[in-house]
């Protein structure tokens, strides 16, 4: 094996780990997602998340960490749908924030 194809073995393997890790965190990102929604009372619709923003950010762990935002989007009563984001630094839940909605009232 030359030197060439060990470079894009290596890069492979390293977009691989990349990807893979990445992965890991968005079911984080889901977990955290799920656990909310059922805690603020609204239902989670598709159950999928998926990546919308990362950047570096200072750490209390470490110097810098990525820092990403998830999107979702959740329901309450009715079919309007809303927006939902979680916010990880690391592997750490820093927060989750709501787009601002009213709860449907059901008449009866």
Known sequence: M???SLLILLFV???GAWIWHHLGLRQIAL???RRAAKKEGVQMLDDSIYLRRMRLARSPD???AFQRMYQFEFSTVGD???LGWVILQG???ESVHWQPYVEDKVLH
Do not use: E, P, S
Request: overall charge positive.
């Open 80 to 82: 309007r749908r809303f």
């Open 62 to 64: 470490t110097i810098i």
């Open 31 to 33: 977990h955290h997602a």
């Open 2 to 4: 030359d030197g060439k």
């Open 13 to 15: 393997i390293i977009a």
């Open 91 to 93: 592997r750490r839940l």
